[in-house]
């Protein structure tokens, strides 16, 4: 289908993101069953309110409410005084009701932005429409050539965050999801668990000409769904650009669907349309009224909210000196910012120590946790054996030039696997740096003594031996000689 490259140059890409996450809540959004239905049999986390049983009245669960009001204060929104659910009416097998509770017309957060960081180091702000919140459906599932219907996660709070079409590459697609997800995690209102369906991404991707761009002209869109990563995102966008500048640049034009998108494949697929014509017909729900938010209740909740990984990240710029890449890393997740704060505060703030603290912390002990198949995951940091102290304690014996930084690995290695102290193993395993000059002169006269055919090369203007000497002078010492000391003996001693 993609025989020629088109030129997607001549093209701007334009995306839209909206993103459902379900809002961490202890029960649904309009009834008291509870969302832990995740491995529970199949409708039996269920009421008549969420089976959508006549007469049955819904009640607003205030903690959603909070969590929404929470996020949009995160995504730098304006909070509604009044909000207003609007029933959207469609049918479909998992809608029991025949219609979704949902937000239309006055939606409770509007007019906010998020920040990301672009790959040349500079920052961009992508804007956030609204966010809204609305219940869930259930699922149904296909089986041996039946289709059953699990409504265990109907009546599931949702928040569905909305963005103005701002996004114009996958990079950035990727960037602001990768943020997002961070900022929901931060905030603890979402697991950010795609592969469970907590956090479900549908971007709108259309593109059009330099010339539609002038005069303000958008592109016809087409709306992937089901994504279930952040690289499936960014892949089916990059995939939709080159496939609709194809159909453009041949004279074809884009045809407004829904897709689908094949991981196997690498492509997206046109999926059926629920209905063509989208008439929800969106009227207020009349069985629930208007949802005030007093300007107290936002501030109360704006109170509560935990540091930012932004503005996080700007601190550990600012006050700790640390790179964009590192304090990028550090901040993504909750749990590795809390694991490299605890290092630092026993390690100490001076002499470029919290950037050090960083570069074993993402190098070093990342390195272990990816090898250990727990890299997909970097909260899993939370539970690795080095504890931040000892990480630090471990740091303080390369400063004090106890080791040397490549005993240092091999050290943490061993602390990864059984958590025990640094210098509990240094001892054990006789590791302490020689820097005691009389052995390594011994050393460097054996290596003189068993290389002499290299040595008179060296002293005959060779000079590029020096470095296969002190190679030798290192292995001598088993790596343990401290490299400094070794070197400027080995400058004394070979000049003869
Ligand atoms: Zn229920």
């Known amino acids: 289908m993609l025989a020629t490259k088109p030129d997607v140059g001549q093209y701007e890409l334009v995306v839209g993101m909206e993103v459902h996450a379900q809002a ?33 009245l819904p009640v607003i669960n205030r903690a959603a409410v909070e969590a929404t009001i929470k996020t949009g204060l995160a995504l730098n929104c304006t909070i509604a005084d009044t909000a207003v659910f609007a029933r959207k ?74 963005t103005e079409a701002d996004i114009h590459s996958p990079e950035e697609a990727y960037a602001y999801l990768t943020k997002l997800r961070a900022t929901l995690r931060a905030i603890g209102v979402n697991s950010g668990d795609m592969e469970k369906g ?7 991707i259309s593109i059009r000409t330099h010339e539609q761009k002038a005069q303000g002209e958008y592109g016809t869109k087409v709306e992937v769904k089901n994504l279930n990563s952040l690289r499936s995102v960014r892949s089916a966008i990059a995939y939709e650009l ?21 991981e196997e494949k690498q492509r997206t697929v046109v999926q059926r349309s629920k209905e063509d014509a989208h008439d929800y017909r969106y009227f ?4 629930l009224p208007p949802l005030q938010v007093s300007r107290e ?23 700790w000196g640390l790179r964009r890449v590192e304090a990028n890393v550090l901040t993504s997740e909750s749990q590795v910012a809390a694991y490299y704060e605890q290092g630092v505060a026993a390690y100490g703030t001076g002499d470029g120590k919290p950037q050090r603290m ?13 090898a250990d198949g727990e890299g997909q995951d970097l909260r899993q940091i939370a539970t690795v054996k080095v504890q931040p102290g000892q990480l630090a304690a471990l740091l303080k014996l390369v400063d004090d030039k106890v080791i040397n930084p490549n005993t240092a690995k091999r050290v943490l290695e061993t602390m990864y696997a059984t958590g025990d102290d640094a210098a509990a193993i240094v001892e054990r395993e006789g590791l302490a740096m020689v820097s005691d000059t009389s052995v390594i002169d011994q050393s460097i006269a054996e290596i003189f003594a068993a290389n002499a055919n290299e040595l ?41």
């Open 89 to 162: 009416n469609y049918t479909y097998p998992d809608l029991p009701k025949g219609y979704q509770i949902s937000q239309y017309e006055l939606p409770l957060c509007i007019n906010g932005f998020l920040e990301i960081d672009m790959e040349d180091g500079s920052t961009k702000r992508v804007r956030i429409r609204r966010v809204h919140l609305e219940e869930d459906t259930g699922r149904s599932v296909h089986e041996g050539g039946y289709s059953y219907i699990d409504l265990n996660r109907a009546g599931a709070p949702l928040m569905e965050i909305v």
């Open 24 to 56: 961490l809540t202890k029960s649904k959004m309009f009834c008291r069953c509870a969302t832990d239905y995740q491995g529970s049999p199949p409708n039996t986390r269920v009421c008549p309110v969420c089976l959508g049983m006549p007469g049955a």
């Open 456 to 496: 008179e090369r060296y002293r005959g203007g060779e000079e590029k031996l020096f470095g296969f000497f002190m190679g030798q002078v290192m292995r001598a010492t088993k790596g343990k000689a401290d490299p400094a000391a070794a070197k400027a003996r080995l400058e004394e001693l070979i000049k003869g």
């Open 242 to 262: 080159e496939r609709q500048a194809t159909v453009l640049t041949s004279g074809g034009s884009v045809e407004q669907v829904n897709m689908g998108w094949d």
């Open 198 to 204: 907590a956090l479900r991404c549908e971007p709108n």
């Open 297 to 319: 209740e936002v501030a109360q909740i704006a109170a509560t909210l935990p540091e930012l990984p932004g503005a996080r990240r700007d601190r550990y710029e600012r006050e």
């Open 284 to 287: 207020p729900e009349p069985d």
């Open 358 to 370: 960083a570069t074993w912390l993402t190098g070093e002990l990342f390195r272990l946790l990816y």
